[in-house]
């Protein structure tokens, strides 16, 4: 169930490499055959068992879940997609974050049903839809599920294009999503490679031919490497 909460305000402190972002058309988010993955495409690494996963109670949406064009998705118990930043009032920037939103919670929603709910693949396109074909199908392999917090925080729209393009950056804190064997019940570790448990992500998102925003292409870094990313931890 997706929790939105509130912050003071976004950083800009990446708002020179996010052109780059939105003009590129290579590398980004990838995945690996076993273990934690890592989000910016590097080999993944075995990820060591930690805190048993139990359920917890999903929490009923709040204000911002209605708004037009924020797709609402019903998360199995025991996994929330959190997001901290409020969406602005009007223009390209709102519509801008909720077709980041709407491709955050695609994708894990996607990732939860391990590929059984397809919805994902309208609201995402080039590495963005592999990245998620690739996560999907580490579930689906190791016969994983999905369980845990992600939070999304610090969300911004530093850069618009025409009024239909813009460039969405955020913080990640991933470290509260576990891959749960189905049988067993047991933790198999993070989903993310150890050094990814907290990232800033930048999302080229634009409006579709159907009208709703959607995102293209994501470039991911870890937060422990420092320099603009070191403001998500």
Not at 14 to 42: E, I, K, Q, R, T
Request: charged share 10%; with cysteine; net charge neutral.
């Amino acid at each position: 169930m997706r929790v939105r909460k509130t912050l003071s305000g976004a950083s800009l402190a990446a708002f020179l490499l996010l052109g780059a972002v939105a003009c590129s058309s290579a590398g980004g988010s990838g995945g690996g055959d076993s273990g934690a993955l890592d989000p910016s495409g590097a080999t993944p690494a075995a990820s060591a068992g930690g805190i048993a996963a139990s359920p917890v109670a999903t929490t009923a949406g709040v204000a911002g879940v209605a708004a037009s064009g924020l797709r609402s998705f019903a998360f199995p118990a025991g996994v929330q997609v959190q997001f901290q930043t409020p969406i602005p009032a009007s223009g390209p920037q709102r519509a801008a974050m909720i077709g980041y939103e709407n491709y955050v919670d695609s994708l894990w929603y996607a990732v939860a049903s391990r590929g059984s709910h397809t919805e994902y693949r309208q609201y995402m396109g080039g590495n963005a839809l592999t990245f998620a074909d690739k996560l999907i199908a580490e579930f689906k392999t190791g016969d994983y599920k999905l369980s845990g917090t992600v939070v999304y925080f610090d969300i911004s729209v530093p850069q618009v294009f025409y009024g239909d393009g813009a460039v969405v950056q955020s913080c990640v804190d991933a470290s509260g999503l576990h891959m749960v064997n189905a049988k067993t019940g047991k933790t198999a570790g993070t989903v993310f490679d150890p050094s990814y448990q907290h990232y800033q992500e930048q999302a080229a998102d634009g409006k579709s031919k159907a009208g709703y925003w959607t995102v293209s292409h994501t470039e991911n870094f870890s937060a422990s490497s420092g320099a603009s990313a070191g403001v998500c931890v």
